[in-house]
């Protein structure tokens, strides 16, 4: 019903900078949440940030804080995580997600979020 797609992952060197956007399409609701997880080697998926449907509150996982700013496009079902100050740990396969609510996005179990993505690859490495 709702097709979330993926784009901007790569390498990057530590200390580098990367943008991943992604666009939902479909029958989407006007008022649907969006936001990022992210999916370690050998773990399980978690959260990063979520941004409701109008922009207007975001919130994002301790680790990420002052690092990563997540946006929403002005009347368009896309998000923008603009990832600063990168890592070698934020190496993961990283992965959109939409839901109804944008507190099952930050503090729900993740089984319970309505649409995911199929991921993308950050490699943080030099």
């Known amino acids: 019903q709702v097709k979330l797609v993926e784009t901007g992952g790569g390498l990057v060197q530590p200390g580098g900078s990367l943008t991943l956007s992604c666009a939902a399409s479909g029958r989407t609701d006007s008022t649907i949440a969006m936001g990022w997880f992210r999916q370690f080697p050998g773990k399980e998926r978690t959260f990063v940030a979520a941004i409701n449907w109008s922009g207007d509150y975001t919130y994002y996982t301790d680790s990420v804080k002052g690092r990563f700013t997540l946006s929403r496009d002005k009347g368009e079902d896309t998000i923008h995580l603009k990832m600063n100050s990168l890592k070698p740990e934020d190496t993961a396969v990283y992965y959109c997600?939409?839901?109804?609510?944008?507190?099952?996005?930050?503090?729900?179990?993740?089984?319970?979020?309505?649409?995911w993505g199929q991921g993308t690859q950050v490699t943080v490495s030099s």
């Open positions: 997600a939409a839901d109804r609510h944008l507190g099952t996005l930050y503090a729900d179990p993740i089984t319970d979020v309505d649409y």
